[in-house]
């Protein structure tokens, strides 16, 4: 599978839900931050995939999304591009008053990812890394299976966006090391994966967490290559006023 970067304008995309915005025809319009545009040239990404042209508008006109398309699609550019292009454009966000002096470092993420398995989400860190390449945003991955004890002296050296799967992330919320009280943006990437799995307690202990009356209207954006009934309730529960985008053909 993957996509024919050949001829995947062809590839037949639905957008629904209320004012849908336009979407992009290059990378150029409407512009991405500089920074950002020549991480993505240096990257060799010539132009959006179909998910990356309807995703960026949507998340620039800070709207929830619920996105359906086949591995191989771009739908780490799809979430990664609108969200960093924000993030450097805004620039780093103070750490609360109330956290300062505290015995224990706290990392306060402004935007989390949630992927499946270890493979994954290291696929996504790597991609944050060379997109946020000379900005100031630090991304950090932490997954299951590995020394906690490393991960939380990565997290001390900064944490803007954070790549996790959902089991660890509850660990590190549980031993206090990880404040949910910044994040601006929630992606679930491979959301049916990810309920496979059976991390749906985790997920929802996360997204409850993430509810913060200090955050201004924060995004959820979640990405799945199918839509079955089980992601369908997902979506209702966790998005608001959300964009359905289906790339291709989507099973459910
Ligand atoms: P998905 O998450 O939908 O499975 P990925 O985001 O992993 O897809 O992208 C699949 C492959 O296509 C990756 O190797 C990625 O680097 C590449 N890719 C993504 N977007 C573009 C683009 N706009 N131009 C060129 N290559 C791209
Ligand atoms: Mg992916």
Known sequence: SGINFDNYDDIPVEAS?????????????PPLD?????????????KPTPVQKYSIPIVAHKRDLMACAQTGSGKTGGFLFPVLSESFFTGPS?????????????????AIVLAPTRELATQIFDEAKKFTYRSWVRP?????????GSQMRDLDRGCDLLVATPGRLN????RGKISLVKVKYLVLDEADR?????????????????DMPSVENRQTLMFSATFPVNIQHLARDFLSDYIFLSVGRVGS
């Open 140 to 148: 950090t991955v932490v997954y299951g299976g590995s020394d906690v």
């Open 17 to 29: 839900g209320e004012n849908v915005p336009e979407p992009v025809v290059d990378f150029t319009s």
């Open 171 to 174: 660990d590190l919320l549980e």
């Open 34 to 46: 500089e920074l950002l545009l020549e991480n993505i040239k240096f990257a060799h990404f010539v």
């Open 94 to 110: 103070e750490i609360p008053e109330s956290a300062r002096g505290s015995y224990m470092r706290k990392a306060f993420p402004t």
């Open 194 to 210: 990810m309920l496979d799995m059976g991390f749906e307690p985790q997920i929802r202990n996360i997204v409850e967490g993430c």
